[in-house]
């Protein structure tokens, strides 16, 4: 199978996506990968495998590589001798962040009929807004911690206890996250949040609380990873999560019993199907007091979670064969025809 990789972005993510796509040079062992970079103005480059180092992007050198063009069927490039269709099966779409996972690239593969694997729109709406997951989550019966939401126009005023974690509202990877211990931190860490984004959610800062992570994709069956606790600190900071997405062995499962493991892939499933169909995400759960809550929706993890799987490349190749189609509309004139033909007209 031939699978193009979709990388970079206008996104504070694009860094890390290029983390990602570089990655899947060792985890896909048996496919042929294409790479297509989009730069941060938003330009589609065919990068030759060879070159894929995280210098040829910093140095701008990729502005050499072959730009491309994006048209009904797939990606073109363009010549003396007109365009040229850029071969692949399926693109896997590996944007982290705003182009990626906010629906845009969901949305362009969609409408110019190119199969790929992501979240389709409506699930790339409601994972990529913090606050549309909770009221997504809160919709299945799914808990989710107490939080607060402000916008950068609003008072300053929260009624939480402290400590607190404020987070962006649309930015993952940690970045603009703070952990606020008393009243006099808040202003800064809002300082912070709000350089990245117009709205931030603050929730209840809990120390020493369970965490696990569950990915997985349904194609003709469920494919779920291993649950995954992952490495205990206060939090994973932008620096951390970007050496994690680079990730390509896998890790041991959790220590938990069967009934938790259970509750875990059950909330998953739940939050999963059928809105993600054709995607592979992670979700990451908090256990308080033996009650699962969901803390987030990753839609497109850090190199996919391969990390998380016994056996990657094969299920992306079934989910692949496996995507979500969208009915075609013909449009036939029939009541423009019978307006035309009760007027007497042809």
Known sequence: MNIAILFGGSSFEHEI??????????VFKKSRLTFI????????????????????FSSGSYKKCKVLTLKKGGFFSEGLFGSKKIDFDVVLNLIHGQDGEDGKIASMMAFFDIPFISPRIEASVLSY????????AESLGIKTVAYEHLSKADDRKITLPYPVIIKPVRLGSSIGV??????????????????FDTDVIIEPFISGVGEFNQAGCYTSRWELSIVEQPHKEDFLDFEKKYMDFSRDSQVLAADIDD???????????????????GAVIRCDFF??????YLNEINPIPG????????DFEPMIHRLASNLPKEKYIMADYRYIHSIQSAKGKA
């Open 259 to 277: 009934a938790l493991k259970t509750q875990i892939q059950e909330n998953f499933k739940k939050i999963y199907y059928p809105l993600f169909k």
């Open 303 to 310: 190199s996919m979670a391969n990390y998380l799987f016994e």
């Open 129 to 136: 807004n913090k606050l549309y997951t909770k009221f997504f």
């Open 178 to 195: 703070s952990i606020v211990k008393d009243e006099s931190e808040l202003d800064y860490a809002l300082d912070v949040a709000f350089e």
């Open 37 to 56: 970079f989009v730069s941060s103005d938003r330009q589609f480059y065919l990068i030759d495998a060879k070159e894929m180092t995280s210098k040829l």
């Open 17 to 26: 996506s290029i983390v990602s796509a570089i990655t899947m040079k060792k």
């Open 287 to 292: 256990v308080i007091d033996n009650e699962v």
